[in-house]
């Protein structure tokens, strides 16, 4: 949803303004899910004087409250006030936000990224979505956004959707969200994927950070063996000191890209090289890589605006694409059933067949369906007189499925960063909620869950199991847990008292209800996170009422 923030201010100094939203995901670690403005490009000191200022800006689908944080950036001296007046907040047409943008580049050189041969043949099944051609019809197109500071700094996303828009009109819903931390490099963003990102179904991760080349490739290598989703992975911009010679755009930054190019081939991840396309557009354009920063380090408006035309030349379909998407992601008839080498579907007892869907009100019958892959969905029509169906999963009810997901690890202090990042579920899990509480300035907690107790004690830097065998931790994801440098005392990033909380649930369905009003399409996830092999799924009917079944959606992660 578009919106125009607008007030009247009058301070004699620089203060920072930030619009940022919280939603029923989590609340916010470090940076909030969405920061459109961070470090303003231009001063709000308005020497005294009133003047009204106005941000527009996107509202995420999933935003449940607009939040506005105006503070001074430094202490000033006594009498120095920030005023504000007449605040509002409205909606605006996609035409008014469509000009504010088309008036925001303006501003800057012209430019034109241009796709090059290869550009988004990693990124085949997200177009064939983005084209109606691949997905589940109604279902919203998720990407999350994860990195440090530099992938805050690229905002709400909003140029990207908007650039998929242009180039897909058709395309679904899409639901941009974002996660990050102060120089969050991918070796902990590894720990995100494994905890709660792939939980959350991502059908795009783009990561605008850097880190060693062991830990992108075990990022990516969790991405592939964890999600169905497409991948982008852009260079980093150039600092104030960049020569933005072939040397320095190929190992700048403390990277060597030709490196993460090679990794990102690997795992069939989009690498996009904008570090060569920025250094051209510089060049020609008589500019300095300080133009594109806010601070020397972070991007501005401009550089911001860049890296995203960058990442949207990628943004077309391929005619050398890597994979084709049904490999990972694919749709299963029902009628006619589906047979194929690796999915088969067979029905027994009393059903119908109606234009491509199959109906039952009688109690006891069946739909078989043997599949490969981590998670099966199923599709189908919600009536008031709806009736219901047991599940079963490799034989056993679903309710007993030896299968579980995680949610974030919640710091109960705010800007945390120095925190656990995933834990590993080990032998015979329970779901409940779990706490670690701090005990000691030096490491020590206890770990307690809801249903299992108090299940031990450890050090954020020892490796840990708890009593009963369910939870792990490995130091390696507890980001700078413990510091030591020569000379200092060592340094740990936790209190006494500080607390982190998540949650271990089942991710399997044992029953599914096809009752609602008003009636509707019915999507129902029948089982995540799977082993990624064969299965068999099968569905009963319980006589109820009547149960409608379009088709079954199953994803496969291209690694193993």
Known sequence: MPCLLSFWINTAMDPWTTISFTSDEREPSFTTIHTPIFYQDFPLDTHGEWRQEGFYFMVPAQCQTVQVHISPRENGADGLFVSLDDVRLRTVTDEEIKAAYQAERANFPSYMAKSQPGDGKNLALSVAKWEGKAGIPGKPFVIWALGSSFTDREGDGSELVRAIRERFPHAPQIIYRKHGGPGEPWEFIDGWIRQFVAAEEPDLIFSYTSGTLEGLDA???????????????????????????????????????????????????????????????????????????????????HGRIRIWDNVSAHLVESSQATGKPESRERRLSVAPPTKSATEEVSLSGQWTTTNGTVQSSAAGARLKVTFTGTQIDLIGRKTAGG????????????????????????????????????????????????????????????????????????????????????????????RQGRVEKKGQPVDYGVSDGDTFRFDVFRSAAGAVSFQAEPPGQLVEPLARNLPNQKHTLELVTNGDGEVTIESLYVYEPPEK
């Open 219 to 301: 990022m990516l290598t969790d991405i592939r063996r964890r999600t169905t989703a497409d991948i982008i992975i852009p260079s980093l911009h150039f600092k104030p000191d960049s020569t933005m010679t072939p040397e320095d755009i190929e190992h700048g930054a403390g990277v060597p890209w030709d490196k993460v190019r090679e990794i990102c081939e690997k795992h069939g991840a989009e690498f996009v090289d904008s570090r060569r396309e920025m250094a051209d557009y510089i060049k020609q354009a008589g500019l300095v890589p300080d133009d594109l920063l806010a601070d020397h380090n972070h991007q501005n408006m």
């Open 387 to 478: 009736g219901s169906v047991k599940v079963f999963i490799d034989g056993a009810p679903a309710e007993q499925a030896p299968v579980f997901l995680m949610n974030y690890i919640q710091p109960n202090k705010a800007h945390a960063w120095r925190i656990p990042h995933t834990v590993d579920l080990r032998s015979n899990p329970v779901p409940q909620a779990w706490m670690i509480t701090m005990t000691s300035d030096s490491g020590d907690y206890r770990l307690e869950g809801s249903a299992t107790g108090p299940d031990g004690t450890g050090n954020l830097a020892a490796p840990f199991t708890s009593k009963s065998g369910q939870i792990h931790l490995d130091p390696k994801f507890w």
